[in-house]
Structure formats: structure tokens, C-alpha cells
């Protein structure tokens, strides 16, 4: 076989498997297992925001079994299929075909990835964030307000919900410390690690 093509598909394929580890399947089949006989009972409705809660993360760890395992499929069509090819002598005439296969396959490994990191207790939740201006007075006040309108607008963008729960202004301008409840797929685990001092430093045209 093209060494770069066995070599792209065996990296492909360590990668899945590493990939694998990190998505703590075990944990996502339990909680499947756990769920599933709750969506039956029949007082399961009698609390709607409990349920469609319930429901939404049932579906999504439903789906992400669904995801590995089409992937999985898919790979190892991929596989056989070099292998196939080696053997009649044809793999030079479905190349292209087999690295059009490895790249499109190596933009999904990406997104499982991504999810892999994602994969904590409570990732899938919805966060609180807090803003707290630091020192610097006036200006660090005004940094925080822009911090927020920041936050607020990378929310918008991934579809999220973001609600003001708390709010102490600045004397003069700018906030002093802002609290935001963010509500969306995975709003917990994209923003656990926003933790720390974001500075502003304006330096002079002098």
C-alpha cells in the first residue's frame, strides 16, 4: 500500500482509538441505561422542566453513541477497503477516492475529539459567569462592561441564551461586577476554564 495513504490510515485510526478513551463511553452507555426506564414511567410529565431536561440529555448521549459508532463503521469500511484494493492491484485507481475518504473522516474525528473534552459531569450544562472588575478604578469598570458585552456576543454566536441576573454599575461608568446565566448545548464545559485576569493594557501613541 502508498505509504502516506497506510500512514494517514493508521493515524486515523490510533487517533479514533485514543478518542475513544476520552469520551468515557462506559459512563455514557450507563447514563443511557439509567435514563431510558425513567422516559417510561408514567409520572415521568407530571414535572415538564424536569422531563424535557431529562429528555434533551438522554438524546444527547444518544446521539453521541450514534456519532462513534457510525464512525467506527465508517472506518473500518475504510480500512477494508484499502486493503481490498492492495490486493487486486487497483489501489492506485481509488487513491484519490480512499484520501477524499481519509480527509472527510479526519474533519469528523475533530469534532469527536472536541467532544471528548467535553465529556465531564456536568459539561453538558448550562454556567454562571460572574465579571469582577479588578483595580484600575474607572477604566477597570469600563474594561469589565466591555468584557460583558464580549461574553454576551460569543453567546449570540453559538446560539446560546445569556440573562443578566446581577449587576452593580460603576459610579462613572462601566460595571463593578456582572453575573450572566448562559443557557446552550454544552455552555458549561466550553466555558469552565474562562477563569482568571483578562487585562487591558492601552498603550500610549507617545
Same mark, same amino acid.
Given at each position: 500500500? +502508498? +505509504?502516506?495513504?497506510?500512514?494517514?490510515?493508521?493515524?486515523?485510526?490510533?487517533?479514533?482509538?485514543?478518542?475513544?478513551? =476520552?469520551?468515557?463511553?462506559?459512563? %455514557?452507555?450507563?447514563?443511557?441505561? /439509567?435514563?431510558?426506564?425513567?422516559?417510561?414511567?408514567?409520572?415521568? &410529565?407530571?414535572?415538564?422542566?424536569?422531563?424535557?431536561?431529562?429528555?434533551?440529555?438522554?438524546?444527547?448521549?444518544? !446521539? /453521541?453513541?450514534?456519532?462513534?459508532?457510525?464512525?467506527?463503521?465508517?472506518?473500518?469500511?475504510?480500512?477494508?477497503?484499502?486493503?481490498?484494493?492492495?490486493?487486486?492491484?487497483?489501489?492506485?485507481?481509488?487513491?484519490?477516492?480512499?484520501?477524499? !475518504? %481519509?480527509?472527510?473522516?479526519?474533519?469528523?474525528?475533530?469534532?469527536?475529539?472536541?467532544?471528548?473534552?467535553?465529556?465531564? /459531569?456536568?459539561?453538558?450544562?448550562?454556567? %454562571?459567569?460572574?465579571?469582577?472588575?479588578?483595580? =484600575?478604578?474607572?477604566?477597570?469598570?469600563? &474594561?469589565?462592561?466591555?468584557?460583558?458585552?464580549?461574553? %454576551?456576543?460569543?453567546?449570540?454566536?453559538?446560539? &446560546?441564551?445569556?440573562?443578566?441576573?446581577?449587576?452593580?454599575? =460603576?459610579?462613572?461608568?462601566?460595571?463593578?461586577?456582572?453575573?450572566?446565566?448562559?443557557?446552550?448545548?454544552?455552555?458549561?464545559?466550553?466555558?469552565? !476554564?474562562?477563569?482568571?485576569?483578562?487585562?487591558?493594557?492601552?498603550?500610549?501613541?507617545?
Amino acid at each position: 500500500m +502508498n +505509504n502516506e495513504l497506510a500512514k494517514n490510515i493508521a493515524g486515523l485510526r490510533q487517533k479514533f482509538e485514543e478518542t475513544k478513551k =476520552g469520551l468515557s463511553l462506559a459512563s %455514557i452507555k450507563e447514563e443511557v441505561e /439509567r435514563l431510558e426506564p425513567q422516559i417510561r414511567d408514567e409520572d415521568f &410529565w407530571k414535572d415538564q422542566k424536569s422531563a424535557q431536561e431529562t429528555m434533551s440529555r438522554l438524546g444527547e448521549m444518544q !446521539n /453521541r453513541l450514534k456519532e462513534i459508532a457510525e464512525f467506527e463503521q465508517k472506518l473500518k469500511l475504510l480500512e477494508e477497503l484499502a486493503l481490498m484494493a492492495e490486493k487486486s492491484g487497483e489501489l492506485e485507481t481509488i487513491t484519490a477516492d480512499l484520501e477524499e !475518504n %481519509i480527509s472527510a473522516l479526519g474533519e469528523k474525528l475533530s469534532k469527536l475529539e472536541l467532544d471528548s473534552f467535553l465529556s465531564g /459531569r456536568y459539561d453538558h450544562g448550562d454556567a %454562571i459567569l460572574s465579571i469582577h472588575a479588578g483595580q =484600575g478604578g474607572t477604566e477597570a469598570m469600563d &474594561w469589565s462592561l466591555m468584557l460583558q458585552r464580549m461574553y %454576551i456576543k460569543y453567546c449570540q454566536n453559538r446560539g &446560546w441564551r445569556s440573562v443578566v441576573v446581577d449587576t452593580v454599575f =460603576g459610579e462613572e461608568a462601566g460595571v463593578k461586577s456582572v453575573a450572566l446565566k448562559i443557557s446552550g448545548s454544552y455552555a458549561y464545559g466550553y466555558l469552565k !476554564n474562562e477563569a482568571g485576569t483578562h487585562r487591558l493594557v492601552r498603550i500610549s501613541p507617545f
